[in-house]
Every structure is written in C-alpha cells, then in structure tokens.
C-alpha cells in the first residue's frame, strides 16, 4: 500500500485593485473571473467559487499540499495582472494593490462563505470594501492597520 497526502484547508481569499480604484467594469469583471477559474485549474488549485467586484476580488480554494499561502496569492495577482493586461481589460496599466486577505474557514462554514461571496453585489450596497476587509479582519481577532 502507497502513502499519500491528504488535506482540505479552506481559504477565503481577498484582494484589491491599486489604490482600490474601481477599474473592472462588469463585462470585464465577468471576464476576469472566467480566467481565475481556468487559472487556478491549470494550476491544479481547487476554487470552489469567486467574484470579482469593481475594485476587489473573493475567492474560495482549497489549498494545495504543495503550496503556500504567499505563493497561492502570487500566481493568482501576478498572473491575472498580466493577464489582464494582456487582454488590453482596462483602459490603463492595471496591478493589484500590495496586500491581501486570508481567512480559514471551516468544512461547516464552506456553503455560507460561498453564499457570501455569490452576493457581493448585496453586501456592497450596505458597506464599501474597506468596512468589508476591516470587518473580516477584527472578526478574526487580528489587528486592524490603515496603512
């Protein structure tokens, strides 16, 4: 009998647009996440669900055995910056902004954080990205810092 590795380690993860600026109109917004979705099969990473908003992005994975955090986050920014401006998405030179979020979640908390991130467009219109973020940031007992 051969060893083999197991995990399930859900993340929720979150990041934003330079300076935050709300650069993905819908169509490419929509665009975006199509190529996340393929991106992240090509490189054998499990996302469950995502959503690209105007100035920010959720995701839902399952982190692999063979990466870590920090590289998850860099294939997804760094290849989907060069991808979108590749594609010419938007008007001028796009990036992402320097820092992100990464949440666990539970095997039990799955079907509510995808419930969460399929509704965004709801949530928005009660706080901007910024309460969001600070919100997940203090629900996780970390410190909040503005710069």
Same mark, same amino acid.
């Given at each position: 009998?051969?060893?083999?590795?197991?995990?399930?380690?859900?993340?929720?993860?979150?990041?934003?647009?330079?300076?935050?600026?709300? =650069?993905?109109?819908?169509?490419?917004?929509?665009?975006?996440?199509?190529?996340?979705?393929?991106?992240?099969?090509?490189?054998?990473?499990?996302?469950?669900?995502?959503?690209?908003?105007?100035?920010?992005?959720?995701?839902?994975?399952? =982190?692999?055995?063979?990466?870590?955090?920090?590289?998850?986050?860099?294939?997804?920014?760094?290849?989907?910056?060069?991808?979108?401006?590749?594609?010419?998405?938007?008007?001028?030179?796009?990036?992402?902004?320097?820092?992100?979020?990464?949440?666990?979640?539970?095997?039990?908390?799955?079907?509510?954080?995808?419930?969460?991130?399929?509704?965004?467009?709801?949530?928005?219109?009660?706080?901007?990205?910024?309460?969001?973020?600070?919100?997940?940031?203090?629900?996780?007992?970390?410190?909040?810092?503005?710069?």
């Amino acid at each position: 009998m051969s060893l083999h590795s197991y995990s399930r380690v859900w993340l929720h993860l979150v990041w934003a647009t330079l300076e935050r600026r709300p =650069l993905l109109a819908k169509p490419a917004a929509m665009k975006l996440s199509g190529y996340l979705t393929d991106y992240a099969k090509q490189k054998c990473i499990y996302m469950k669900i995502n959503f690209v908003n105007a100035d920010h992005v959720h995701a839902l994975i399952d =982190l692999p055995t063979n990466l870590s955090i920090e590289e998850v986050m860099q294939l997804f920014k760094g290849g989907s910056s060069h991808w979108i401006n590749e594609s010419n998405l938007v008007a001028d030179k796009f990036g992402w902004g320097r820092g992100y979020g990464v949440f666990s979640v539970s095997e039990s908390g799955v079907a509510e954080v995808c419930a969460y991130i399929a509704n965004q467009e709801e949530h928005h219109r009660k706080r901007n990205f910024v309460e969001e973020l600070r919100l997940f940031v203090e629900r996780y007992g970390l410190e909040w810092r503005k710069d």
